[in-house]
């Protein structure tokens, strides 16, 4: 797919209000393309404003991942890229063109360098162990095994274990772990 991806996927990217969703609509309209949101706010039902949803100005266009979770679910990339590969294969099937439109950076270089998130399952063996330590002592560990680039790995106990897990999962699958690194376009 990810060849594929990188010459059947228009990219209408830029800051807000700048006119993303009007362009991707024209584009939509004239490729007969369909349109796949790489917004990381447009995904929570009942935000629409200050979130540039823009829902009218898409008229019969059909869009995707717009509206997709309840407001105050923390929804990640591994969830985004899962849910964009479904969207885009479904569009491509179908004999349309994908057409991302968004400003979420981390969501449109995730997709066009094309990172991919395994899916990481539990290790419960490891969740006990880990279990009754401290925030700090968590992320302590962490940081022996990961940079650190950001905090949101370790804003709660449960979210620090989750990020040791994942990472003990790619050093134990370095053929999986591979596919989370940016692949340069040849």
Do not use: W
Request: glycine content about 8%; charged content about 30%.
């Amino acid at each position: 797919m990810l060849k594929d991806l990188r010459t059947k996927l228009l990219v209408v990217t830029g800051p807000t209000a700048s006119g993303k969703t009007a362009r991707a609509v024209d584009l939509a309209r004239h490729f007969d393309g369909e349109i796949i949101s790489a917004d990381s706010r447009q995904i929570y039902r009942g935000m629409d404003l200050g979130t540039g949803k823009d829902l009218d100005e898409y008229g019969t266009v059909p869009y995707h991942l717009i509206d997709i979770c309840p407001a105050g679910y923390r929804y990640n990339l591994y969830e985004y890229l899962r849910d964009f590969d479904a969207v885009y294969d479904d569009i491509k099937s179908r004999g349309k063109l994908p057409i991302m439109c968004g400003g979420t950076g981390l969501y449109v270089e995730s997709v066009i360098s094309g990172v991919r998130l395994p899916e990481v399952p539990e290790n419960r063996e490891l969740r006990e162990s880990l279990a009754g330590k401290s925030l700090d002592e968590l992320t302590t560990i962490l940081s022996k095994i990961k940079v650190l680039h950001n905090t949101t790995d370790v804003d709660s106990c449960k979210r620090a274990i989750r990020a040791i897990e994942i990472q003990h999962y790619y050093r134990e699958h370095p053929d999986e772990a591979v596919l989370t690194e940016p692949h340069p376009m040849s």
